[in-house]
C-alpha cells in the first residue's frame, strides 16, 4: 500500500507541477475537470435510465457501453504514450523498486485523475439500471470494480508491451494509422444508420450477441441474473483480471531489462534523389528536399494527411447517400476541394516543425526575396505531395457517385483551393507561429502555453480560406462548373501574393518568428 500512496501522490504533483505559472494551463485544466464532471454525471444517469427500456434492451445497451468503455482505456492511453510520464515504465527502470512495487504504483497511478473517477462513476450507473434485488445489487457492485480493474489492468498491459516499439518513429507511425482506423470505424454505425442500411434495435442486438461472452458481456449479465450464474459469470471475469494482472507483471519484468530500441544508431542513406533530377542546386532544391524528407519521416504529418483523406471519403459517403435526388457533379468536385483545404489547413505554422533549428534558415535567409524561395520551397513540397492524393480522391469520389466526368473538375478545383490554403498559410505562419513539441507523439498539437495561438493560427487560416474561396466557390456551386478551369489559375495568384505577404512581414520579424516556435516543450 505505501507503493500505490506515493505513486498516486506523485501523479497529483505532476498534474499541480504543470499548472504553475501557466495561464492557459489552468484553463485547460479546468476545462478537463468539467468534461469529466459533466460525463461523470451524465454517464451515471444515463445507465440509470437503462431501467425504463425492456429487460433484454437494457441488457445489451450495458453490454455495448461497458465494451466501449474498456476499448477507450485501451486506445487513449496510446494516444498518450509520451505525454503522460506515467505511462512509459522505462521512465522508472533505474529506480530502486521491486516489481511488485512498481506494479502497484502503476496502477495507483493509473487510476488517478479526473477520468478514471469519471469511468468509475459511469460504470457504477449500470447496477442502478439493471440489478434487482439486495443479492443482484451486490453481484452489481462487483461487476463494477471487476470492470474498473479489468480497464485499468489492460491498459497497463498493453502500453507495457508496446511501450518499446512505440519510443521508435516506425511504432508511433503504426499506431498513428491504427488510431485513425479506430476512429473512423467508430463512425461506421452513424453513417450506416444515416444511409438507411441498418435497424438500430437489430444493430445493438448484433453487437451485443457477438460481445456476449467477453468480459463486458459477462458483467453484464452477471448484474441481470444475480445469484449464482451471476457469481459464476463474475468470478469467471476476476479470473481473467489476475490473468491480465500476470500478464502485465511478467511484460513489466522484461521491459526494464530490455534496452532500448530508439537510441539505437538508425543507417543514413547516401546519394542524391529525386528533388536533384528536376531542380537545379540552390536554395529551392535544398528547402524542398528538406520538407519532403519532414513529409516522410514526421509521423504527424502522415496522421493530418491520412486524416484528409479519411474525413473526405466519410463526408463523400454520407452526403451521396442524404442529398435529394442524388449526388450531383458538384459532390466530387466539393469533396476534393474539401481534402485539398484540409491539407493546406497543416501550412498554417510551416515553421513550427523546425523548432529550434529553424535559426539555420534564418541564417542562410539575407533577404526578402530570400524568405520568399524558402516559403516557395515548403508550398512546392506540399504540392508535389498533396498532387497525386487528390488525384486519388477525385477519381474515387467521381466513380462512388456515378459521375466519372466530374473528374478533371474535381482535380482542378481542388488545385486551385491548394493554392488558397498555402497562401493563407504563408501569411498566418508569419504572423501567428508558434512551437511544434518534439514529442514522441503523432498527435501532439503546440507547446504548453501556446494552445491558443494554435487555435486562432487554424481559424485564421480556415477564415482566410473560406473568404478567399468565394469568388469561384460560390459561382460553381450556382452551376458554372466551367470556372473549375479557371482555379489553378486563381490558386496560383493568391499562393503568389499570400507568399510575398509572408515574406515581408516573416523578414521583418525574423527573431520573433524563432522565438515563437522554440519555446520548450
Known amino acids: 500500500m505505501g507503493a500505490a500512496v506515493l505513486f498516486a501522490q506523485l501523479k497529483l504533483r505532476l498534474i499541480a507541477g504543470a499548472l504553475r505559472g501557466d495561464l492557459q494551463r489552468k484553463l485547460g485544466f479546468v476545462f478537463t475537470l468539467v468534461m469529466a464532471a459533466g460525463i461523470a454525471v451524465l454517464g451515471f ?47 522508472l527502470a533505474l529506480f530502486p523498486l521491486r516489481t511488485r512495487d512498481l506494479a502497484t504504483g502503476l496502477l495507483a497511478a493509473s487510476a488517478t485523475g479526473a477520468w478514471p473517477v469519471a469511468t468509475l462513476a459511469v460504470v457504477a450507473g449500470a447496477p442502478a439500471g439493471l440489478a434487482d434485488g439486495p443479492g443482484g445489487v451486490l453481484v452489481g457492485l462487483v461487476a463494477v470494480l471487476l470492470q474498473f480493474a479489468l480497464c485499468l489492468v489492460l491498459s497497463r498491459l498493453v502500453t507495457t508491451s508496446l511501450s518499446g516499439a512505440l519510443r521508435t518513429r516506425r511504432g508511433r507511425d503504426l499506431l498513428a494509422v491504427a488510431a485513425l482506423f479506430v476512429v473512423l470505424l467508430a463512425q461506421l454505425p452513424n453513417l450506416l444508420l444515416n444511409a438507411n442500411l441498418g435497424d438500430p434495435g437489430a444493430m445493438l442486438r448484433g453487437a451485443a450477441g457477438v460481445l456476449r461472452w467477453t468480459p463486458p458481456g459477462l458483467l453484464a449479465h452477471a448484474m441481470a441474473d444475480g445469484g449464482l450464474a451471476g457469481l459464476a459469470e463474475v468470478a469467471v471475469v476476476a479470473l481473467l483480471v489476475v490473468l491480465a494482472a500476470w500478464l502485465w507483471i511478467r511484460a513489466l519484468n522484461r521491459v526494464l531489462v530490455t534496452p532500448d530500441a530508439s537510441t539505437q544508431a538508425a543507417s543514413v542513406r547516401e546519394g542524391g534523389g529525386l528533388v536533384d533530377r528536376f531542380l537545379p542546386d540552390g536554395p529551392l532544391a535544398a528547402v524542398v528536399a528538406k520538407e519532403l524528407k519532414y513529409l516522410r519521416r514526421e509521423p504527424r504529418f502522415r496522421v493530418l494527411w491520412f486524416s484528409a483523406i479519411a ?24 469533396v476534393t476541394s474539401m481534402a485539398a483545404v484540409m491539407i493546406a489547413l497543416q501550412s498554417g505554422n510551416v515553421f513550427g516543425i523546425d523548432g529550434p533549428s529553424l535559426w539555420m534558415n534564418v541564417m542562410a535567409i539575407g533577404s526578402e526575396e530570400g524568405f520568399r524561395t524558402d516559403l516557395a520551397g515548403r508550398h512546392l513540397a506540399s504540392a508535389v505531395a498533396a498532387t497525386p492524393l487528390l488525384v486519388v480522391v477525385a477519381v474515387a469520389g467521381s466513380l462512388f457517385t456515378g459521375h466519372p466526368g466530374a473528374i478533371p473538375l474535381a482535380v482542378l478545383a481542388a488545385w486551385g483551393a491548394l493554392g488558397v490554403g498555402l497562401g493563407v498559410g504563408a501569411v498566418t505562419s508569419v504572423t501567428i507561429p508558434y512551437t511544434v513539441p ?81 519555446k520548450p516543450t
Open 438 to 518: 518534439e514529442r514522441m507523439n503523432a498527435f501532439t498539437g503546440a507547446a504548453p502555453g501556446q494552445g491558443g495561438q494554435a487555435f486562432a493560427s487554424a481559424m485564421g487560416a480556415f477564415a482566410g480560406i473560406f473568404a478567399l474561396s468565394l469568388p469561384l466557390a460560390i459561382p460553381i456551386a450556382l452551376g458554372l462548373v466551367w470556372l473549375c478551369a479557371v482555379a489553378p489559375v486563381y490558386g496560383l495568384l493568391i499562393e503568389t501574393l499570400g507568399r510575398r505577404l509572408g515574406a515581408t512581414i516573416g523578414f521583418a520579424r525574423m527573431p520573433e518568428l524563432v522565438a515563437a516556435v522554440s
Open 45 to 91: 444517469g444515463l445507465m440509470t435510465l437503462v431501467r425504463l427500456a425492456p429487460r433484454d434492451v437494457a441488457t445489451d445497451v450495458v453490454i455495448v457501453a461497458y465494451a466501449a468503455i474498456l476499448v477507450g482505456w485501451l486506445v487513449v492511453p496510446l494516444l498518450a504514450f509520451g505525454l503522460d510520464d506515467t505511462l512509459d515504465p522505462a521512465r
Open 311 to 334: 474525413v473526405s471519403g466519410v463526408i463523400a459517403f454520407s452526403l451521396s447517400n442524404n442529398t435529394p435526388g442524388g449526388a450531383g457533379p458538384w459532390l466530387p468536385v466539393a
